[in-house]
């Protein structure tokens, strides 16, 4: 079985500027998390989806928005880039509800 | 506040010693899960664990869950230079408002020196 594939795995981006980033999960999965993991905030939870649905969201700012796909494959998108965006931005996919979370291996987003 | 506090941060041994990672928190989680992570890698899972004091061993690593479902620790017999990374911990909560969410520690990162 594939696991979870995010692309791309490298980006560079200018301040101001909006990013897409897509996670394909693990074929049967439908739940799909996003995470954002920094050095001086370690992971943070950014929202999770379960059948086209968002089910919950972390505290971030509104410029964060993702959504699932019929597929569920999910895209996040990060409008007005600010430095403090440049992180490593995970997604996960779980088989149901709060069970194993599978990881990708993530995005890195360098904003400059 | 849900958090899990995991120590020690760092830690640096020789291969053969015996290490313990411990994850601690004051709310009750409905499962905990441990991950290692590789620089620029995204987290891979180790174990779940779902009961209270419940043990799972991993070929020289040992998981256990507190028994109130608050507390777990990672312990690694006679580590080897393989064994170096980030180890994560992270659980969830019960209640819709969890949904989804994971709740990570800070990471420990071990370095086993040859």
């Known amino acids: 079985k594939a696991g979870v594939t995010q692309t791309p795995r490298y980006l560079i981006k200018t301040r101001g500027q909006q990013v897409t980033l897509s996670c394909s999960p693990i074929?049967?999965?439908?739940?799909v998390s996003w995470y954002q993991q920094t050095p001086g905030q370690g992971l943070q939870f950014l929202f999770e989806?379960?059948?086209?649905?968002?089910?919950n969201k972390g505290n971030f700012p509104g410029r964060f928005s993702g959504r699932q796909f019929s597929n569920s494959r999910s895209e996040m998108n990060v409008s007005t880039l600010e430095l403090g965006d440049s992180a490593l931005y995970l997604c996960?996919?779980?088989?149901?509800?709060?069970?194993?979370?599978?990881f990708g291996q993530g995005t890195r987003l360098t904003v400059v | 506040t849900q958090l899990l506090e995991q120590s020690p941060q760092f830690l640096s041994i020789q291969e053969g010693e015996n290490l313990t990672v411990y994850c601690n928190s004051s709310?009750?989680?409905?499962?905990l899960q441990w991950y290692r992570q590789e620089p620029g890698e995204g987290p891979v899972l180790l174990v779940t664990?779902?009961?209270?004091?419940e043990v799972k061993k991993l070929k020289r690593l040992t998981f256990q869950f507190g028994d109130a479902r608050k507390d777990s620790s990672l312990h690694i017999t006679a580590a080897q230079p393989g064994d170096t990374g980030l180890y994560l911990c992270?659980?969830?909560?019960?209640?819709?408002?969890?949904?989804?969410?994971?709740?990570f520690g800070q990471g420990t990162t071990l370095q086993v020196k040859p």
């Open positions: 664990v779902v009961t209270g004091g």
């Open positions: 989806y379960f059948s086209e649905t968002q089910r």
């Open positions: 709310s009750v989680f409905s499962s």
């Open positions: 992270a659980g969830y909560h019960s209640g819709s408002g969890n949904t989804g969410k994971l709740i």
């Open positions: 074929s049967g999965h439908r739940s």
């Open positions: 996960a996919s779980c088989p149901g509800p709060n069970t194993e979370a599978f």
